[in-house]
């Protein structure tokens, strides 16, 4: 994994903050000097970079997968919960950093009608058990929370939690959902091509970069790739696509913080490094 700090973005959109961040890790930020900023109510790329070293251009064009299939309803639910569990300060966590993930569709409307049953016992479940796990970067554990309602059933929540090591984080604990799976993942990619590939053909660059921000899943970017590989015959398009950039955002309001990863979609190889991009802190922080 190759580190990198960069300095606060100035763009006011959330996605080109995230392009901008991107400019200035990829290549020791020959590309981050006066970028061109397209207007969005047109059909354009998000930005066409030219090089500092040789004056090749670059555009990119920016998409989302969302973590839940009807992400907006899903997030609604999931947003109390969040801030209840990121609230969590517990001794046992110093210099770590908390990832909880949790399914789409995790609550069921006999567990909506009780939330805030539902959520105490989340909270002392992870209180009892987030101090127990063993750091280990990437690796997922899985549990299931049973959740006796008062109609003396026990539905289980699933949740899936890393946890890092040695890291200076301002909150140890953040939470997220996990990307659709099966059908839906693929249709929410079909849609991001269909929508996104054109403008970026179309784009006066010589070399373009598909930005797909993902919702954080562990090794998420895998399956959108899968996807992308097996659905690539649809779309003669993606043959003029020289990478697709996979941006983790999940830190990014939080810590500061985006990985990205590139695979290039004719060899479907992925480049050797994951790039940690951090925001330098501001005087202010």
Request: overall charge positive.
């Given at each position: 994994?190759?580190?990198?700090?960069?300095?606060?973005?100035?763009?006011?959109?959330?996605?080109?903050?995230?392009?901008?961040?991107?400019?200035?890790?990829?290549?020791?930020?020959?590309?981050?000097?006066?970028?061109?900023?397209?207007?969005?109510?047109?059909?354009?790329?998000?930005?066409?970079?030219?090089?500092?070293?040789?004056?090749?251009?670059?555009?990119?064009?920016?998409?989302?997968?969302?973590?839940?299939?009807?992400?907006?309803?899903?997030?609604?639910?999931?947003?109390?919960?969040?801030?209840?569990?990121?609230?969590?300060?517990?001794?046992?966590?110093?210099?770590?950093?908390?990832?909880?993930?949790?399914?789409?569709?995790?609550?069921?409307?006999?567990?909506?009608?009780?939330?805030?049953?539902?959520?105490?016992?989340?909270?002392?479940?992870?209180?009892?058990?987030?101090?127990?796990?063993?750091?280990?970067?990437?690796?997922?554990?899985?549990?299931?929370?049973?959740?006796?309602?008062?109609?003396?059933?026990?539905?289980?929540?699933?949740?899936?939690?890393?946890?890092?090591?040695?890291?200076?984080?301002?909150?140890?604990?953040?939470?997220?959902?996990?990307?659709?799976?099966?059908?839906?993942?693929?249709?929410?990619?079909?849609?991001?091509?269909?929508?996104?590939?054109?403008?970026?053909?179309?784009?006066?660059?010589?070399?373009?970069?598909?930005?797909?921000?993902?919702?954080?899943?562990?090794?998420?970017?895998?399956?959108?790739?899968?996807?992308?590989?097996?659905?690539?015959?649809?779309?003669?398009?993606?043959?003029?696509?020289?990478?697709?950039?996979?941006?983790?955002?999940?830190?990014?309001?939080?810590?500061?913080?985006?990985?990205?990863r590139m695979w290039n979609p004719q060899s479907e190889e992925w480049a050797?490094?994951?790039?940690?991009?951090?925001?330098?802190?501001?005087?202010?922080?």
């Amino acid at each position: 994994m190759q580190k990198v700090t960069c300095p606060q973005p100035s763009r006011k959109r959330h996605d080109e903050r995230v392009v901008e961040v991107f400019l200035h890790t990829y290549k020791q930020g020959c590309f981050a000097k006066d970028p061109c900023w397209l207007p969005q109510n047109r059909r354009n790329v998000e930005v066409i970079a030219t090089s500092t070293v040789g004056g090749s251009r670059l555009a990119i064009e920016h998409t989302r997968v969302f973590a839940f299939d009807g992400h907006m309803e899903q997030e609604a639910i999931l947003r109390p919960l969040a801030e209840r569990i990121e609230a969590i300060r517990l001794p046992g966590l110093s210099n770590k950093w908390v990832q909880i993930y949790f399914q789409s569709n995790f609550m069921s409307r006999p567990l909506r009608k009780n939330s805030e049953l539902v959520q105490d016992e989340i909270i002392k479940f992870l209180e009892r058990t987030l101090p127990t796990i063993t750091p280990n970067e990437h690796h997922v554990n899985s549990f299931n929370i049973p959740i006796p309602l008062p109609n003396g059933r026990h539905p289980t929540i699933t949740v899936d939690v890393e946890v890092w090591g040695n890291m200076d984080v301002k909150r140890p604990i953040s939470v997220s959902g996990i990307l659709p799976q099966g059908p839906r993942l693929e249709t929410q990619v079909t849609h991001a091509l269909q929508t996104k590939l054109q403008k970026l053909v179309d784009a006066v660059a010589d070399t373009r970069f598909l930005m797909i921000e993902i919702a954080t899943h562990t090794e998420s970017e895998i399956a959108v790739a899968k996807v992308i590989r097996r659905i690539q015959g649809e779309f003669p398009l993606l043959i003029k696509i020289d990478q697709v950039v996979f941006a983790k955002a999940f830190g990014f309001d939080s810590e500061g913080c985006i990985f990205f990863r590139m695979w290039n979609p004719q060899s479907e190889e992925w480049a050797l490094n994951v790039l940690n991009a951090r925001i330098e802190k501001s005087n202010n922080s």
